[in-house]
C-alpha cells in the first residue's frame, strides 16, 4: 500500500498520515492487496507517473475521492453529491472556503479515476444499480449514473443531504435523482435551462439561455444555504470562479502543448485525470494547489517536447477523438498509442466563442460553459468538429460514441459522413460506454485501430 | 356514419392542405407531447399538423442511416418520414414548431435542421415550473413564437383570433374527455384503439370539421353506452408515446380479452384534461395550461411521484385491474420510471405488465405471449 502511496504521489511523512484513512476507505470499497497490485501496474502502464505533475495530479484526485468515502466517519455535518451539474464546481468550492463541516462534491470523478481507471473494481458498483433500475441490456442507460446509484446503494457514500444535477445533456441524471428522491427520500435540486437556442443565436449574445440557467442556480444555491446555513455571496463565487479560470488557463496551454508537439507528448489516457481538477471541490488553495500541479505538469510535457520525447512514433497520424473520453477506464485511449495512433485532440478543442458579457458571476458563468461541443446543435456541432479538424491537421477521426448519452451518441454517424465528405479522412466509430470498463474488447479495438491507422497513413501517403 | 365522413375527409385532407398552400396558406408541423399550443399556429391563419406518426418499422429504420438506434422508434420515426417524404404531411410542412422536450424528439429537430432549409421554431419548455421565472421563459418563448408566426403568415394574430382559436380548441378538449370518461362505465362503448384513432385524427383534420365529428359520435355513444356489462380486464395504459399507426399493442390487448378504458401517454394524444382559461391573458393562460395545470411528462423535473399519484387517481376512477407500460425501446426515462411504478403498484396488488417495443415486426409473437399471460393473470 506505501508503494501503491508512493506512486500517486504522497511523500513519506504523508504516507505514515494518510495510510490509515486509505485503508479505511479501500476496505469500504473491498479493495484487496491483488487490487492494489493491479493498481500499482496500471499506474506504471498508463500513467506517465515519471512525471512529477502527475503524481501530484494524482495525489489530488486519490485525496478527494478518500474524503468523499469517509465524510460521514471524520465529522462532515452536511453532504451535497453534483451529478452532471455544471455549477457544482463552483459550489463545491465555495463551500470548501468556509467550512470543513460541510462537502459537496461531483462525486464520481474521482471515483471513476481511483477505482475504475487504476483499481479496475467498478463492476460491483454498476452492478448494484443494476439490480435497481438502471438494468443492463439494449435499453443503454448510462453507467455514468450508476456510478451514482451503485455507491449509495452500496453504502460506500453516505446518503446526502442534498442531490444537484441539471438536464442540460440528458435526462437520465435528472430521473435517477427524481427516483433517488421518491424511493430514498434524498432530496434533490435541478440547475436548468432549455437547451433551445437557434441557429442564429450562437452569433449573438447569450442573453436569453445563460440568464436562466443562471437564475435556475441561485434558487439551488439558495437550497443549499438553507441546508448548509451560512451564505454564498456573490464576492465568494466570483473569487472562486476566477480561481477557476486560473486553472483551465494552465489546462488550455497543456491542451495546446499536445494538440501541436509532434511526438505527441502524453498518453489521452491521462486527459480525464488532469481535466479531472476543474471538479475537484477545492477551497481557494486547493485549486491554487491544483494549478500549481498542472503547471507542473505543463513544464514536464514542454521539455518532453523540447527533448523530442512522445508516447507514440513522431509522424503518427494525428486523432481527434470524440468526446466522451474513457472515464473509468485508460485501455482504449492507451491502446490507440500502443497501435501508433496519436490522439492529440478531443473535440473539447472546438467550442462556439461565446458571446456575451455580465457582472452576474452566475450568467458569467453559464456564458463560457453553455458553447462546449457537446451541447451544441448538430448543424452547429459538426461545421465545428469538421473546422476543428482541419484547423489541427488531423488525419482521422476517433468518435467512439457513448451509448448510454442520447445527445453525443445520436450525432455519430452524421459527424462520420461530414468528416468523410469534408476532409476526406477516415472515421472510426465505436459503439461504446464511457463509464462502463466491461465494454472493453482488446482484441476488437486493437484490430479496428490497426485498420484505422492503415487507412489514414494510406490516405496520407496519397496527398 | 361519423366515422365514415371522417375518413373521406382524412383521405381528402393532403389534397385540401396543398390546395390551401397553392392560396399561400402555411401549413406549419408541430411535434406532439402537448406543449406546442396549437391555438398560437391556427389564429395566424395558418393550419397546425401534429407530426405523430409512430408504430411502421420502415420509417424508424430508415433513419437508422443517419441516427443510431438507441435513438427510440417514434423520434427515429419523425426523422425517417421526413427524409422519406412518402407520407404527403411530413413533406408540405412550411414551418416545424419543435417542442425541446426529452433528448429524443430534441434530437429528431435537430437532424430535421440538419438537412433542411426549413424553419424551425425550437420551443424549450422548462423542465421545471415552481418559480416565476421559469414560467416567464415560457411565456416569452411563446409571445416570440406569435411574432414569429405573424411574420411568417404575413397575418395579425389578434386577441379575438386568439380567444376563437381557444374556444374552438378547449371544445375538442371537452369533447374527447367527455369521450374518454365514457369509459368509467362498466359498459364502455368506445375502446381504446378507436378513442385512440379519433385523437389521431383530430391532430390532422380541419378542427372545426372534427368538432362537428366529435360532438356528433359524443352523442351517439352516449346513446349506446348502455350496453352489456363487460367482463374482461379493465387496464390502465402507460407509456411515452402512442403513434399514429401504432395500434399492434393495443390490438394484442383487445385480442387477448383485455380492455384498455384509460391512457396516460405522453405523446401522440390531445391533452384534454383541462381547457385553456379564455379570460385575462391568454398568454398567462397558455402557460398555466401547457405547462402547469397537467400532469407532467417523464422528462419533467419532480415527475415520477406526480405522474404515480395520477395514475392512482385514474386507476381509481376507471377501475382499472391491471398496468400495461408500453415504453419505446431506449426511452431512458420511461424505463425508470417503470421500475418504480412496477414497485408502488405491486404494494397495493395492483399488477403490472411492462413491454418494450421498436416498431419491428420480429417480436410480436413475444408481445402476444406476454400480454395473453398477464390478461389471464387478471382475470385469476
Known amino acids: ?463 | 356514419m361519423q366515422n365514415e365522413r371522417l375518413d373521406i375527409h382524412l383521405r381528402e385532407r393532403p389534397a385540401q392542405l396543398e390546395e390551401a398552400k397553392r392560396k399561400g396558406v402555411k401549413v406549419i408541423g408541430y411535434f406532439p407531447g402537448n406543449y406546442v399550443p396549437e391555438e398560437l399556429i391556427y389564429a395566424s391563419g395558418a393550419i397546425p399538423v401534429c407530426l405523430a406518426n409512430g408504430g411502421s418499422p420502415q420509417p424508424a429504420a430508415a433513419a437508422l442511416s443517419v441516427v443510431p438506434n438507441m435513438i427510440c422508434p417514434f423520434a427515429r420515426t419523425q426523422i425517417g418520414e421526413r427524409l422519406s417524404k412518402k407520407d404527403p404531411y411530413y413533406s408540405m410542412i412550411d414551418m416545424l414548431v419543435a417542442p425541446i422536450t426529452c433528448q429524443h424528439l430534441k434530437k429528431a429537430a435537430e437532424v430535421w435542421e440538419y438537412f433542411d432549409g426549413l424553419e424551425i421554431f425550437k420551443l424549450g419548455i422548462p423542465q421545471q415550473h415552481k418559480n416565476d421565472f421559469e414560467l416567464e421563459y415560457f411565456g416569452g418563448r411563446l409571445r416570440l413564437l406569435k411574432d414569429r408566426l405573424q411574420t411568417f403568415t404575413g397575418n395579425n394574430i389578434t386577441a379575438e383570433k386568439m380567444r376563437e382559436a381557444v374556444e374552438l380548441y378547449n371544445r375538442m378538449r371537452v369533447l374527447l374527455r367527455q369521450m374518454s370518461t365514457l369509459r368509467k362505465a362498466s359498459t364502455p362503448s368506445i375502446s381504446a384503439l378507436d378513442f385512440i384513432k379519433l385523437n389521431h385524427a383530430s391532430f390532422y383534420a380541419d378542427p372545426v370539421f372534427m368538432v362537428e365529428v366529435l360532438d356528433s359520435v359524443y352523442r351517439e355513444l352516449k346513446q349506446e353506452n348502455q350496453g352489456i356489462k363487460i367482463e374482461s380486464p379493465r387496464i390502465l395504459l402507460v407509456g411515452p408515446s402512442i403513434g399514429k399507426g401504432d395500434y399492434q399493442v393495443l390490438e394484442l390487448i383487445s385480442a387477448a380479452g383485455g380492455e384498455i378504458v384509460i391512457e396516460e401517454i405522453c405523446e401522440g394524444v390531445r391533452y384534454y384534461w383541462n381547457e385553456i382559461d379564455n379570460r385575462g391573458d391568454i398568454f398567462q393562460s397558455l402557460v398555466k395550461g401547457y405547462l402547469v395545470d397537467r400532469v407532467p411528462c417523464a422528462f419533467m423535473r419532480y415527475s415520477t411521484g406526480e405522474r404515480f399519484n395520477h395514475a392512482l387517481r385514474l386507476i381509481e376512477e376507471f377501475n382499472v385491474s391491471g398496468v400495461i407500460w408500453y415504453e419505446l425501446l431506449c426511452c431512458e426515462t420511461y424505463d425508470s420510471e417503470s421500475y418504480f411504478f412496477s414497485r408502488k403498484l405491486s404494494e397495493r396488488n395492483i399488477p403490472m405488465l411492462t413491454l418494450e417495443y421498436d416498431y419491428g415486426t420480429d417480436i410480436a409473437g413475444q408481445l402476444k405471449t406476454r400480454i395473453e399471460a398477464f390478461i389471464e393473470i387478471l382475470k385469476g
Open chain 1, 1 to 463: 500500500m506505501k508503494e501503491f502511496l508512493g506512486l500517486c504521489g504522497f511523500n513519506e511523512k504523508e504516507i505514515e498520515l494518510e495510510l490509515p484513512r486509505v485503508e479505511k476507505a479501500f476496505t469500504k470499497l473491498g479493495i484487496t492487496a491483488s487490487d492494489i497490485e493491479q493498481g500499482k501496474l496500471r499506474l506504471k502502464t498508463y500513467y506517465a507517473i515519471e512525471l512529477e505533475g502527475v503524481r501530484k495530479i494524482i495525489r489530488l484526485v486519490l485525496r478527494e475521492c478518500i474524503n468523499s468515502l469517509l465524510v460521514k466517519d471524520e465529522g462532515v455535518e452536511k453532504i451535497i453529491y453534483g451529478f452532471m451539474c455544471p455549477g457544482i464546481d463552483l459550489i463545491s468550492s465555495a463551500l470548501a472556503c468556509k467550512s470543513r463541516k460541510v462537502y459537496a462534491i461531483h462525486h464520481s470523478w474521482a471515483l471513476h479515476i481511483v477505482v475504475g481507471c487504476i483499481l479496475g473494481k467498478l463492476e460491483g458498483i454498476l452492478e448494484a444499480a443494476e439490480e435497481k433500475w438502471l438494468k443492463a441490456g439494449i435499453v443503454s442507460h448510462c453507467a455514468n449514473v450508476k456510478t451514482l446509484v451503485g455507491p449509495v446503494m452500496l453504502g460506500l457514500f453516505p446518503k446526502p443531504d442534498l442531490l444537484i444535477t441539471s438536464g442540460f445533456l440528458c435526462e437520465t441524471a435528472p430521473k435517477t435523482l427524481d427516483l433517488l428522491y421518491e424511493l430514498y427520500n434524498i432530496p434533490v435540486r435541478y440547475i436548468d435551462a432549455p437547451p433551445d437556442r437557434e441557429l442564429g443565436e450562437y452569433s449573438l449574445p447569450n442573453d436569453r439561455v445563460a440568464p436562466m440557467a443562471a437564475l435556475s442556480m441561485r434558487k439551488v444555491v439558495q437550497a443549499v444555504q438553507e441546508i448548509v446555513g451560512f451564505e454564498i455571496s456573490d464576492d465568494l463565487l466570483t473569487e472562486v470562479l476566477e480561481a477557476r479560470n486560473r486553472q483551465e488557463a494552465v489546462m488550455g496551454r497543456i491542451k495546446a502543448v499536445i494538440e501541436n508537439s509532434n511526438p505527441l507528448p502524453l498518453s489521452p489516457a491521462l486527459e480525464n485525470i488532469w481535466t479531472c481538477l476543474g471538479a475537484l471541490p477545492l477551497n481557494i488553495d486547493g485549486i491554487e494547489e491544483a494549478t500549481e500541479a498542472l503547471s507542473t505538469l505543463y513544464i514536464e510535457l514542454q521539455e518532453r517536447v523540447a527533448r523530442g520525447i512522445g508516447v507514440v512514433e513522431k509522424d503518427a497520424p494525428r486523432v481527434m477523438a470524440i468526446l466522451p473520453m474513457g472515464q473509468t477506464d485508460p485501455r482504449l485511449e492507451q491502446l490507440a498509442c500502443e497501435v501508433g495512433i496519436a490522439i492529440v485532440a478531443t473535440d473539447q478543442s472546438v467550442v462556439m466563442p461565446p458571446l456575451g458579457t455580465s457582472d452576474d458571476p452566475y450568467v458569467k458563468y453559464f456564458i463560457a460553459r453553455l458553447n462546449g461541443s457537446m451541447g451544441l446543435p448538430l448543424k452547429k456541432r459538426v461545421p465545428l468538429i469538421v473546422e476543428g479538424c482541419r484547423k489541427l491537421n488531423i488525419d482521422g477521426v476517433l468518435d467512439r460514441y457513448h451509448v448510454g448519452c442520447r445527445s453525443v451518441a445520436a450525432d455519430a454517424l452524421l459527424i462520420e459522413s461530414a468528416v468523410k465528405r469534408e476532409l476526406g479522412i477516415p472515421v472510426l466509430l465505436l459503439e461504446w460506454e464511457s463509464f462502463d470498463p466491461r465494454v472493453f474488447n482488446l482484441n476488437e479495438y486493437k484490430k479496428r485501430l490497426e485498420i484505422f491507422k492503415t487507412m489514414m497513413l494510406e490516405k496520407k501517403n496519397k496527398t
